[in-house]
Nanobody, 113 residues
C-alpha cells in the first residue's frame, strides 16, 4: 500500500487548505483512514480519523475547524482545514489503519502569521 498526500502549501493565518490522499497502490475503502500531523520538534499526533462508513473523530485542537471526509468510489480521503493558525504548521500524513498501519510521506502545511 502506498499513500500519496497532496494539497499542502503556504497559507496566511485564517485561511483554508484542503488536503487529499489517494493510494497509488492498494485499497482504502474498507479501512479506517486518519490524518496525523507532526510539527517541528514535536511528536506525530492524530488530527482526525474516519471509518469506512463515515464515522469521524477529531482532536480537540481542530474540532470545528477541520473536516475529514472520504469518497470510497474514488478511493480518496480529504482533510478540509479552515481558520488555520500558525500552530497548525506541520507535515500532514495520511494513514491507513489496520492490522498494520500504512503511512504516506506527508505534505507540508505552513501557516504564516
Amino acid at each position: 500500500v502506498q499513500l500519496v498526500e497532496s494539497g499542502g502549501g503556504l497559507v496566511q493565518a485564517g485561511g483554508s487548505l484542503r488536503l487529499s490522499c489517494r493510494p497509488s497502490r492498494g485499497l482504502i475503502s474498507s479501512y479506517r483512514m486518519a490524518w496525523y500531523h507532526q510539527a517541528p520538534g514535536k511528536q506525530r499526533e492524530e488530527v482526525a480519523s474516519i471509518s469506512s462508513g463515515g464515522d469521524t473523530n477529531y482532536a480537540d485542537s481542530v474540532k470545528g475547524r477541520f473536516t475529514i471526509s472520504r469518497d470510497n468510489a474514488k478511493s480518496m480521503v480529504y482533510l478540509q482545514m479552515n481558520s488555520l493558525s500558525p500552530e497548525d504548521t506541520a507535515v500532514y500524513f495520511c494513514v491507513r489503519r489496520g492490522a498494520r498501519d500504512y503511512w504516506g510521506k506527508g505534505t507540508l502545511v505552513t501557516v504564516s502569521s
